[in-house]
């Protein structure tokens, strides 16, 4: 394990251990009075546009909230599914037409943000604010580039299997603890008219989950932390059966039918009644398949069997081009939509929060166990530890094995090259 992580796992560990607290960080319990701020420095009403994920139901009112305690600052949101997001914020950096505020990822997602001069340097405000007391650490430092804070963590996600117990006992399975009685499940699954994987391919990221758990298995940690950090070549032994693996699983049928171009929300939606037995999710799912309207208790998770979970931090980021009043409501605004008074009211739907000293909801089961597993060995989440030139590869490279247009040993050549020419371009050794 990298000293990073080695580090990340430490905070994570903290982090639970706040979550057993009241609410007491350093925000004031009325909605948006953030200590530190300075206010707006015009009696003007100001607008804080702020674009969302369409899965984040928690800011609707949060939002209406904090507009009804700040009649001179007002919330307006936008949301976005997580794709039309990515285009979204594309589209609006290219025009110069982002929002005050939008939600975004860590690592090389956020980072373009950050490198290019279109987010606002929070560093002295973090400082200021006494950000390391209101949020974990790690979450911190997943948006933070060349030593600058770019952005207001918001989540700090854990991702790893989710079962259908309904699945598991019509075909008396428990969680498998090696990767051999995982496959024998699969197998299992198929034999018995179930779809073993819950997995949609479009856009690639959904696929990831376990395609970087099964470079997890053949590489083991070291080699997956170079190949994610490409000081190691990407045409190798372990990634070459990382992609025969999933050839495999493709031609038994393991995934949905026409699951190279299904949806990711789709793909999950099979997975809530019972018609496929896992899925490689989020500490956010309780959350969705409540809203789905099943119960919680009917799916229980489990680690993979590699020893790592795979985690990333969720973001508000701060337009770079704003006056100096609309800059400190903007700030006010991300630091309320953040703080423990908001994620304690809205725990049912809000997800893993970044924030300390909150409280999780018996609504939300699978949370703690989540983050548990991430404490005793994580990574960060592959389209967010790769430079987005290689991710895209990855995701071609996917698709490209399972419509059997390329092999195995094709796909880990792309990916070299693809690591190469970054490096080259880049001047990375």
């Known amino acids: 394990m990298t000293k990073r992580w080695q580090a990340f796992v430490g905070l994570l560990m903290i982090a639970l251990i706040a979550a057993g607290c009241s609410s007491s960080g350093g925000t004031n319990s009325e909605a948006g009075s953030t200590s530190g701020t300075s206010g707006t420095s015009s009696a003007k009403k100001i607008t804080v546009s702020v ?106 996600n854990a991702v790893d299997m989710w079962y259908s117990k309904t699945v598991y006992d019509k075909l008396k399975l428990t969680a498998p603890s090696t990767f051999e009685e995982l496959e024998a499940q699969l197998q299992a699954m198929k034999d018995g008219g179930i779809t073993p994987l819950s997995l949609g391919g479009k856009n690639g990221w959904h696929v990831m989950r376990l395609t970087e758990q099964l470079l997890e298995h053949f590489a083991g940690p070291e080699l997956h932390d170079k190949l994610n950090n490409l000081t190691a070549s990407w045409n190798d032994p372990a990634v070459v059966q990382t992609f025969a693996k999933l050839k495999e699983y493709n031609d038994k049928g393991y995934f949905p039918k026409g699951y190279v171009a299904l949806d990711p929300t789709e793909a999950v939606n099979l997975f809530y009644p019972g018609t496929t037995g896992l899925d490689i999710d989020g500490t956010w799912l309780d959350g969705n398949i409540a809203a789905a309207g099943f119960n919680v208790n009917d799916f229980g998770v489990f680690k993979f069997p590699t020893g790592r979970s795979s985690v990333f931090a969720e973001m508000f980021q701060v337009s770079a081009d704003l006056d100096q009043a609309t800059l400190e409501a903007t700030i006010k605004v991300g630091e309320y939509l953040t703080s423990a008074e908001v994620v304690n009211k809205y725990i049912d739907s809000y997800g893993t929060p970044a924030a300390l000293n909150v409280t999780y909801s018996e609504n939300t089961p699978h949370l703690k166990p989540l983050l548990d597993m991430a404490t005793k060995g994580s990574f960060l989440i592959t389209d967010q530890a790769l430079p987005q030139e290689v991710v895209q590869k990855l995701f071609e490279a996917q698709d490209k094995v399972a419509l059997k247009e390329w092999t195995p040993e094709q796909a880990a050549e ?9 490096k080259a371009k880049n001047k990375t050794s």
């Not at 139901?57 to 949301?79: L, R």
């Not at 792309?414 to 970054?422: I, R």
Request: aromatic letters at 12%; charged letters at 15%.
């Open 51 to 156: 674009w969302a994920l369409q899965e984040h139901t928690w800011i609707d009112g949060a939002a209406a909230d904090f507009n009804a305690a700040n009649p001179d600052i007002q919330i307006e949101v936008s949301k976005y599914a997580v794709d039309p997001m990515k285009e979204a914020l594309k589209v609006a950096a290219n025009s110069g037409t982002l929002p005050n505020m939008w939600s975004t990822w860590g690592g090389s997602l956020g980072s373009f943000y950050a490198e290019n001069g279109l987010t606002a340097d929070l560093t002295q405000i973090a400082k200021d604010h006494n950000w390391p007391s209101l949020y974990n650490q790690a979450a911190i430092d997943m948006g933070t580039y060349n030593g600058k804070v770019s952005g207001i963590p918001y989540h700090l």
């Open 414 to 422: 792309g990916m070299e090259k693809a690591a190469a020419d970054y």
